[in-house]
């Protein structure tokens, strides 16, 4: 399975923004998906995971009320909606899956996207 992320970009503090992550190339439909993002010098953050029926979504602390994931299996796409954005918000953004439990508890996911670069200025 291939993930390609997209949809980042430059906003400004308080804005929303929708990134995408469309799979191909595997059965995406039994994937639990999620989101990560890495800030400079920091280590890789887990952001929010929903399992492949789209349902029991989970959020970090840092992002829960403001940031949404939803995913459409016809289109393979999972997406992950950033609200009320602040400047340490600022990170590459990446979208990973797995086959065999949830994002929000594997060790290390099985499927990574390439990542897209989120900047939040203030």
């Known amino acids: 399975v291939q993930l390609q992320a997209s949809g980042g970009g430059l906003v400004q503090a308080g804005d929303s923004l929708r990134l995408s992550c469309q799979a191909s190339?595997?059965?995406?439909?039994?994937?639990?998906t999620g989101w990560f993002r890495q800030a400079p010098g920091k280590e890789r953050e887990f952001l929010a995971s929903?399992?492949?029926?789209?349902?029991?979504?989970r959020y970090a602390d840092s992002v829960n009320g403001r940031f949404a994931i939803s995913r459409d299996n016809a289109k393979n796409t999972v997406y992950l909606q950033l609200s009320s954005l602040k400047p340490e918000d600022t990170a590459v953004y990446y979208c990973?899956?797995?086959?065999?439990?949830?994002?929000?508890?594997?060790?290390?996911?099985?499927?990574w996207g390439q990542g897209t670069l989120v900047t939040v200025s203030s």
């Open positions: 990973a899956a797995d086959p065999r439990q949830s994002i929000a508890t594997v060790p290390a996911p099985y499927y």
């Open positions: 190339g595997g059965t995406f439909s039994i994937l639990s």
């Open positions: 929903s399992s492949w029926r789209g349902d029991s979504p």
